[in-house]
């Protein structure tokens, strides 16, 4: 296809706004698929993905569409992901593509998501098409939406396209927009090969695969193909282009989207941000590469059973192929054994892996804490990254700590402010900005990550009704005065819930979280005494009182089957439970008791 037909673009939304409708109807509208092989969704693809109506990987699809000019034009949907965790895979997603469409729903105007994804767009030099979707609902205010979209974004709207995604309203107006008013890709058949490795994944039936934009050159069968970054050189065994089904062609060509499989079999050799050559003809330079992910909370993975140990380490690595954001090491833990120390690019990252290792593999785990990546400053001048509480040095040792600071925007109704921003101070942010559009604020704030990874967008979420929305970019690390809260059962520190916290939160945070072990871990025949503690020194404290009975007893004798029952009861409740000492943890006590407030 000569570049002058092609067209490369994403498209770019607050979740909820309509991107994956809009996708489904540009699939259908241009007959990719027949009705009967359309379902909701199909770039969805994910079981997870589905159920939560979000999208985690970028997936691309192949379109022809056939323009009022008269010519076909082929175009390539990048979708991109939907949640602030994944902000990572949208730059990705728009370093493939030359254009954007920027849809805003236009009975909610502009969310904290359509800021922080349109300046991604403007970053890549992306032209930029609004689109104004839900224009069928009532409440659809199309030419207020207009308005904010100019004066926040500051983007001309006079040409916006008005659609209904739902009902199919003017998706010929999108797809004319495309054609007319997206540019199309640059690059030169005869230069040497260049193509961006944008997404590699596996699949069970063709080993890896590795999604790629050609820049210059070609991408043929039977070709040897160098990695730029490593050096690694692999024969190319298929070729092919996502409509959305998969389906081999001979070649890519310059501007070009599609897959490549090569048998490759190591991780390192699939490095998303890389540069694909020809080994024969190499070029001389690679692309100009995106930042590569870099994880931002870790936690500890442990298997409840220790003989899954094993099998967790499979699955990782399986998941692993997937998603080159999610990073693992082995680690032991005095109180859970051997397992793993995980690191992801946000809470909700975090959440969607342990769903899938227990849900696709079957496994019962148990996490820790989530902590950000603290810097430590030792005396004799080295710098170490903390990525585990448990770790931290000697007090004695350490000169300064430094933690990880985040901008994050918040757009909620004028009604909600005031919660927010209380929320915010709590939580030690710094206010940056606070302006008006319409009835609704934008407060802009610097906040610790720390104080924002446990709990701060549920919370956001429930004072504001749901009507709040936030997005964050990370902004450096700032020292701060820090310390390490040890939690003791029975005087035996539990290495697991050991955490990080600013000196003024040490005690709330250690108080709340003895008190709710008191109630999470079940009386036993001796006293048990739960404390915090900063080093030596003790800064809460709680105690469990002795159980008289044995549980039987309540049969008064009796009925002895249903004594057994009981007995057996109690035996499978111990294969979750974790013993400390001579006390037994259940599994949901560390979940539990490592949320805040
Ligand atoms: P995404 O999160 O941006 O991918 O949003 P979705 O495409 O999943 O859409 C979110 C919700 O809005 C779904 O319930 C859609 O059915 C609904 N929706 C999408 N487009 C329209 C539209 O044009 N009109 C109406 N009324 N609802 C729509
Ligand atoms: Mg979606």
């Known amino acids: ?8 673009f994403s498209i770019i939304a607050h979740i909820d706004h309509g991107k994956s409708t809009l996708a489904d109807r540009l699939i259908q509208k241009t007959g990719a698929l027949s009705d009967r092989e359309m379902t909701n969704q199909v770039l969805d693809n994910m079981e997870l993905e589905r159920e939560r109506g979000i999208t985690i990987k970028a997936q691309t699809v192949r379109l022809d569409y056939r323009a009022n000019d008269g010519e076909v034009y082929v175009l390539n949907l990048m979708d991109t992901p939907g949640h602030v965790d994944f902000a990572y895979e949208v730059s990705r997603s728009l370093a493939a593509c030359e254009g954007s469409l920027l849809v805003v729903d236009a009975s909610q105007g502009v969310e904290a998501q359509t800021l922080a994804n349109v300046y991604q767009a403007i970053d890549a030099s992306h032209e930029i098409v609004p689109i104004l979707n839900k224009v069928d609902l009532p409440a659809a205010e199309p030419d207020r939406v207009k308005q904010q979209i100019e004066d926040v974004i500051g983007i001309p709207t006079d040409d916006a396209v008005m659609i209904s995604a739902k009902t199919g309203l003017n998706i010929e107006g999108v797809l004319e927009a495309i054609v007319t008013r997206l540019p199309p890709p640059k690059g030169d058949a005869e230069a040497p090969t260049t193509a961006l490795l944008v997404d590699s994944w596996y699949d069970a039936y063709l080993g890896v695969i590795i999604l790629v934009r050609v820049k210059d050159g070609h991408l043929r069968r039977g070709q040897k193909i160098r990695m730029m970054s490593n050096g690694s050189t692999h024969v190319i065994e298929q070729v092919g282009v996502f409509r959305p089904k998969m389906q081999p062609v001979d070649s890519l060509s310059p501007g070009e989207m599609g897959y490549v499989t090569a048998a490759m079999k190591t991780v390192a ?8 050559t020809d080994d024969r003809n190499p070029a001389a330079a690679p692309l100009a590469g995106f930042k590569p992910s870099i994880p931002v ?20 690595s399986k998941l692993r192929l997937n998603d080159g954001s999610f990073h693992y090491e082995a680690e032991t833990s005095a109180a859970l054994g051997f397992g793993f120390r995980c690191g992801f690019l946000g809470l909700l990252h975090l959440e969607i892996i342990q769903e899938r290792l227990s849900r696709e593999f079957d496994l019962d785990l148990i996490a820790t804490a989530p902590s950000v990546v603290y810097k430590i400053n030792k005396t004799n001048g080295e710098q170490i990254e903390l990525h585990n509480p448990a770790d931290m040095p000697d007090g004695s040792v350490i000169d300064t700590i430094e933690e990880p600071w985040i901008k994050a925007t918040i757009f909620v109704p004028d009604e909600y402010l005031g919660s927010v921003l209380a929320l915010c101070s709590e939580r030690r942010g710094q206010q940056v900005d606070l302006t008006y559009v319409g009835t609704r604020a934008m407060a802009v704030y610097k906040l610790p990550l720390n104080e924002v990874v446990f709990d701060f967008y549920d919370r956001l979420k429930s004072i504001s009704r749901g009507y709040a ?20 059962v029975n005087n035996e520190p539990v290495d697991a819930l050991s955490f990080m916290a600013h000196r003024s939160q040490a005690e709330k945070r250690g108080r709340s979280i003895c008190e709710r072990l008191k109630d999470l871990i079940p009386k036993q025949l001796f006293k048990i005494a739960i404390q915090a503690a900063i080093g030596s020194r003790v800064i809460a404290r709680e105690t469990i009182g002795a159980l008289s009975k044995d549980v039987t007893a309540k049969c008064y004798g009796g009925d002895i089957s249903r004594k057994r029952k009981l007995l057996e009861k109690q035996k499978e409740g111990k294969k979750r439970m974790r013993q400390f000492g001579k006390v037994e943890i259940p599994q949901s006590a560390f979940i539990a008791a490592l949320k805040m407030d």
Do not use: H, Q
Not at 1 to 8: A, F, G, K
Not at 269 to 276: E, P, S, Y
Not at 470 to 482: A, W
């Open 1 to 8: 296809t000569p570049l002058s037909r092609i067209r490369n």
């Open 269 to 276: 050799d699939t490095n998303v941000g890389d540069t694909i």
């Open 297 to 316: 909370v870790w936690c500890g993975l442990y298997p409840v059973d220790a003989d899954d140990f094993e099998k967790l380490r499979e699955s990782l």
């Open 469 to 488: 929305s936030f997005d964050y970019v990370m902004d450096g690390y700032e020292e701060s005065d820090l310390v390490k809260i040890s939690i003791l």
